[in-house]
Antibody, heavy 120, light 107 residues
Framework: EVQLVESGGGLVQPGGSLRLSCAASGFTFSSYWMHWVRQAPGKGLVWVSRINSDGSSTSYADSVKGRFTISRDNAKNTLYLQMNSLRAEDTAVYYC?????????????WGKGTTVTVSS | AIRMTQSPSSFSASTGDRVTITCRASQGISSYLAWYQQKPGKAPKLLIYAASTLQSGVPSRFSGSGSGTDFTLTISCLQSEDFATYYCQQYYSYLITFGGGTKVEIK
């Protein structure tokens, strides 16, 4: 079964850091581009970041550029999101998602999400 | 960034109804448009991509149409499991953007 499982969320103070993980199984992780998408409480979906299959190319939303870093470890089938200088507005459920083969920028498999709360 | 505007933001419907949701892009995106369904507390689920292609396993009562800037998602005969929030997403630009969502509620 194709599966993505996020972890690492929690409560952090403004200005703090957190690293999210996304464990992939049931597919050849190293062949797929991956994304992070977030959803603030009661709000819509917002794309955060994208990484190519070997980790050599990344892109970010303007709102997180310079603060967040996406990375991956293909040997461990795991995607990461390092979040620094966190702000209250970063509070959200963070989903990792797989990019559909042959359809760039389209996400066909999503994890259940992990919750990040930024508050003092 | 390309702005995606959905309408309506919410509405009530009954099982068996035919419902249509609209999504408009702030600039032309060809057919690089996807629709997702999200239920409370759950991850989004891909329903349609390339504006009108049904993702594998999605019931045929779902259909999509449009190109350029105007798109629609239609559910031909609303079922109880279809009450959810629907999002459109453009993937024409690498700066992916989603619509604000349309919540379909039970009348």
């Amino acid at each position: 079964e194709v599966q993505l499982v996020e972890s690492g969320g929690g409560l952090v103070q403004p200005g703090g850091s957190l690293r999210l993980s996304c464990a992939a199984s049931g597919f050849t992780f190293s062949s797929y581009w991956m994304h992070w998408v977030r959803q603030a409480p009661g709000k819509g979906l917002v794309w955060v970041s994208r990484i190519n299959s070997d980790g050599s190319s990344t892109s970010y939303a303007d709102s997180v550029k310079g603060r967040f870093t996406i990375s991956r470890d293909n040997a461990k089938n795991t995607l990461y999101l390092q979040m620094n200088s966190l702000r209250a507005e970063d509070t959200a459920v963070y989903y990792c998602a797989r990019e559909k083969r042959e359809q760039q920028l389209l996400m066909d498999v999503w994890g259940k999400g992990t919750t990040v709360t930024v508050s003092s | 960034a390309i702005r995606m505007t959905q309408s309506p933001s919410s509405f009530s419907a009954s099982t068996g109804d035919r419902v249509t949701i609209t999504c408009r892009a702030s600039q032309g995106i060809s057919s690089y448009l996807a629709w997702y369904q999200q239920k409370p507390g759950k991850a989004p689920k891909l329903l349609i991509y390339a504006a009108s292609t049904l993702q594998s396993g999605v019931p045929s009562r779902f259909s999509g149409s449009g190109s350029g800037t105007d798109f629609t998602l239609t559910i031909s005969c609303l079922q109880s499991e279809d009450f959810a929030t629907y999002y459109c997403q453009q993937y024409y630009s690498y700066l992916i953007t989603f619509g604000g969502g349309t919540k379909v509620e039970i009348k």
